[in-house]
């Protein structure tokens, strides 16, 4: 019963890719959509339903795995074709089914005047089955085997408009960038079989625990290299650029893939391999630095960006980088629970941004839009939630989150006081670009054009954004810090860091009075609140402020609106001498492999010419070469 | 000398062949008609039967002269085809002539 269930989970999203698929050019959207949404949905009841007996259970017991075949086995290595649903695995799935089935929904209304429903539809079937493999895989491979697919889709879904070249360029680009850290985390894969020998979850966290490697050398390596993979599908430095660019796809695709699913992958990975990456502290580091670094970029280019999207991309990178920070102090389920929150109230944002854009008939530039609470007023009261989520407002789900990993990033003893100041600096920034983003699209004058009406979507837009703004309220309290819950009545304290403390358990934090917790915490709501002041003035009470700025700090406003010449940078020293390379390594096999190869084939041809010539038909000269071959045969006689 | 005019030995028998067989050889290279090919052919044939003939006599031993009468069964075999061959051919060329033959190819 366990099995078919589980089962379930990954057939009904591969059932529904495979039905679309086969309606390739319907073009009935509605049938498509209620296929792909009735998919998703029934792979998130089966979840649910495998899932709630967990709750009742030991938490060392709350593991179903599920072995379909022997994959293959290769000398030392067997892969079983083989998925583990745990807390870890079980959380990721509800996340992904849950969020995903809305989104799907969402889709419906927003794809209703596209050419090729079915087609969207089974590509989002289908990365959703690809990401369910990446999270419920039990060893490395299976894994990666999602994860490649998840890139192929997001190809597929990012470039889904791909007669504009530019939307076509976009996917490419996030499947390019992705491909330079697939290498990586496929190294880091021989790298970890290379010191455990299995490539089993299980196994190796056992291994990692009884700590008998002695080759730390090679396991910060493969780490890293794990970490650079991560980088590449979680958008860190240096693998960021593919993200911000990828809003040319649908908007529910960017909901879907951008904020709740593929990007956190990464983060998943890592706190998978938890147990490995707490042995390297060195690494953690890394991905700390890395995390912050990304964190502030993202966030300020996101300050000065006019696209509703863009702005929103560079969020999640940003917020990424909050997770990559809590990984790398070792907080490893203060990382999933950022990631639970901010896929709810991301996808709550990108789905709200879609709903405006549809409404705006595709208009994306923030400085055409303003006053529109007037007409959405839905779509504006539950943006509102994911704005006062993300920005941290307290009793949000985000400022749970966010303050667990700023807490961490202090009191940990991988973390430091720095890592605290900036991850504030971070918050700060995050309230003033989503102040920002609000202001301009929901709030002030009506700049938009006057032929265009904006106008409220039907029910498959507002219902899951309801459902979204519901759930970014109040999915912080499935981890409320120990200094609020002790004075909340009846509240079990981090009920997520117990559910997930055998797979990815926090390091142990030095203790600390609770007024130094509540200073730190009244900090950084403070930071955030004046931010979000200040972009209300500077962008509704003072409207003429932003342009005198920009005039008054010119360079540092063009450096934030040309995002940091990040792309051209890329383009010039790594795009352009490969280009040549490749341009000069062309030239030689033009001119000189090619040469020789021609010129062998001509000699042949030649020497083929010249014995078909013999061949005439004339029976005289076949007859010569008759009494010519017997001569040489009687010569040669007579030589010996 | 007068004894290699007196006797006649085997050498006289070779070089006879061997003068018939390069003229049926040369007539077979430089003549047109299909006519003169099968002649020519002949010639060679029987060049060669009489080497064979010579070397039997010379060696007592029969089976030169055995050999002989295959090669002319089959040599009678081979102008029938190439008779019937050449029959037809001249009923759609209305010639003998052999550099036709090989517009026939294909």
Redesign the interface.
């Known amino acids: 019963m366990q099995g078919l269930l589980f089962s379930l989970i990954l057939i009904f999203p591969l059932a529904g890719f495979l039905i679309n698929a086969y309606r390739w050019d319907s073009k009935k959207g509605q049938l498509s959509g209620t296929i792909a949404s009735a998919a998703a949905f029934g792979s998130f009841i089966s979840a649910v339903i495998l899932l709630l007996p967990f709750l009742f259970q030991e938490v060392s017991e709350r593991s179903i795995s599920l072995h379909f075949f022997s994959w293959f086995e290769v000398a030392a290595v067997s892969v079983p074709f083989g998925f583990v649903l745990d807390s870890l695995s079980g959380i990721m799935t509800l996340v992904i089914t849950g969020v995903g089935t809305l989104i799907h929904i969402f889709s419906m209304s927003y794809m209703s005047h596209d050419l090729r429903p079915a087609k969207y539809f089974a590509y989002l079937n289908f990365f959703l089955f690809n990401m369910l493999i990446l999270v419920l895989a039990d060893n490395l491979l299976l894994t990666f085997v999602g994860w490649e697919g998840v890139g192929l889709c997001s190809y597929l879904l990012i470039g889904f408009w791909f007669s504009d070249v530019q939307k076509a360029k976009a996917g490419m680009k996030a499947f390019i960038v992705n491909r330079i850290g697939d290498a990586g985390f496929l190294l880091g894969i021989f790298g970890l079989f290379s010191i455990f020998g299995s490539l089993n979850y299980a196994d190796i966290s056992i291994a990692a625990a009884s700590s008998s490697v002695e080759t730390w050398g090679v396991l910060s390596l493969a780490c890293l290299f794990v970490f650079i993979g991560a980088t590449g599908k979680s958008a860190q430095i240096p693998l960021f650029v593919w993200l911000p660019d990828a809003m040319a796809g649908p908007t529910p695709v960017s909901a879907l893939i951008h904020a709740a699913t593929m990007v956190t992958s990464g983060i998943y990975l890592i706190v998978r391999l938890s147990s490995v990456f707490i042995l390297v502290p060195s690494v953690l580091h890394i991905i700390a630095v890395v995390g912050v670094i990304t964190m502030l970029l993202a966030a300020s280019i996101a300050l000065t960006q006019k696209d509703i999207k863009k702005v929103l991309a560079y969020s999640t990178v940003s917020q990424l980088g909050y997770m990559f920070i809590a990984v790398g102090v070792g907080a490893f389920s203060v990382a999933m629970f950022h990631l639970i929150t901010h896929a709810v109230f991301k996808a709550l944002l990108f789905l709200g941004a879609g709903s405006v854009i549809h409404s705006m008939q595709g208009e994306q530039d923030m400085n055409k839009m303003g006053g529109l609470k007037k007409y959405m007023p839905i779509t504006y009261l539950t943006f509102l939630m994911g704005w006062l989520a993300i920005i941290g407002t307290p009793f949000f789900s985000g400022f749970f989150s966010k303050d667990e990993i700023l807490f961490y990033g202090f009191a940990s003893p991988l973390g430091h006081p720095l890592l605290w100041v900036l991850s504030v600096v971070g918050a700060g920034l995050t309230a003033f670009y989503m102040t920002r983003l609000v202001s301009l699209t929901f709030w002030g004058k009506e700049k938009f054009n006057p032929s265009i009406k904006p106008h409220e979507g039907d029910k498959r837009i507002t219902v899951p954004l309801i459902i979204l703004a519901v759930f970014s309220v109040f999915v912080g309290f499935i981890s409320v810090p120990h200094l609020i819950s002790e004075n909340l009545l009846g509240h079990i304290p981090n009920f997520l860091n117990n559910a997930l403390s055998l797979i990815a358990p926090n390091i142990k934090i030095i203790p600390m009075s609770e007024a130094k917790e509540a200073l730190l915490m009244l900090t950084s709501v403070l930071v955030a609140g004046l931010m979000a002041t200040l972009a209300f003035v500077m962008y509704i009470k003072k409207p003429s402020w932003p342009a005198k700025l920009s005039k008054q700090y010119f360079r540092l406003h063009q450096l934030l609106l040309s995002k940091y010449s990040v792309d051209e940078y890329y383009y010039k020293i790594i795009i352009k001498p490969l280009g040549s390379i490749a341009q000069s390594l062309s030239d030689m096999d033009k001119l000189f492999i090619d040469d020789i190869t021609f010129k062998l084939s001509n000699f042949v041809q030649r020497l083929g010419a010249g014995f078909c010539a013999l061949q005439n038909g004339k029976l005289q000269s076949y007859a010569f070469y008759f009494i010519l071959g017997l001569g040489v045969i009687v010569g040669c006689f007579f030589i010996t | 000398m007068s004894n290699w005019l007196m006797v006649v030995g085997l050498e006289h028998y070779l070089v006879l062949s061997i003068l018939l067989f390069s003229i049926g050889?040369m007539g077979?290279?430089f003549h047109k008609s299909i006519i003169m090919?099968l002649v020519c052919l002949e010639l060679m044939l029987n060049a060669v039967n009489l080497s064979f003939v010579a070397f039997s006599h010379f060696s007592n031993n029969i089976s030169g002269q055995v050999i002989v009468f295959f090669t002319m069964s089959i040599a009678a075999a081979e102008v029938g085809v190439g008779l019937a061959i050449s029959v037809l051919f001249f009923k759609k060329k209305k010639s003998f002539d052999?550099?036709e033959?090989?517009k026939i190819?294909g």
Do not use: A, D
Request: net charge neutral; aromatic share 22%.
């Open positions: 050889m077979f290279f090919l052999i550099s033959v090989e190819k």
